[in-house]
Nanobody, 126 residues
Framework: QVRLVESGGGSVQAGGSLRLSCVASGYAYNSRSACLAWFRQAPGKEREGVAS???????RYRDSVKGRFTISIDNAVNTLFLQMNSLKPEDTAMYYCAADLKSDYASLFYGQYNYWGQGTQVTVSA
């Protein structure tokens, strides 16, 4: 049974930073085929891909977070991270980590991923 648990959300002022974590159980992040990603969903909006990473280390970001957010993996502790700097009010959302254990290409399309965490709230005030 694969389980993903996010943490690290909170409330910050614009310009601040947060680091989200996603710990996996029942699965090892350094397995040969796996794609991992962070998504977010604001009230009344669709879920959108924020950043993704595959097991070769290739990363992808949505345009609005490029240069501000960094996705990374620490295989030793089976944890996925999202470092978020220079946060803006429009980054406010529930953030989810997701995993696809069969693919080699980590897209930002939510339909690719079949394992999801419960989410962690990020609130950025102006």
């Amino acid at each position: 049974q694969v389980r993903l648990v996010e943490s690290g959300g909170g409330s910050v002022q614009a310009g601040g930073s947060l680091r989200l974590s996603c710990v996996a159980s029942g699965y090892a992040y350094n397995s040969r085929s796996a794609c991992l990603a962070w998504f977010r969903q604001a009230p009344g909006k669709e879920r959108e891909g924020v950043a993704s990473i595959d097991m070769t280390g290739i990363t992808r970001y949505r345009d609005s977070v490029k240069g501000r957010f960094t996705i990374s993996i620490d295989n030793a502790v089976n944890t996925l991270f999202l470092q978020m700097n220079s946060l803006k009010p429009e980054d406010t959302a529930m953030y989810y980590c997701a995993a696809d254990l069969k693919s080699d290409y980590a897209s930002l399309f939510y339909g690719q991923y079949n394992y999801w965490g419960q989410g962690t709230q990020v609130t950025v005030s102006a």
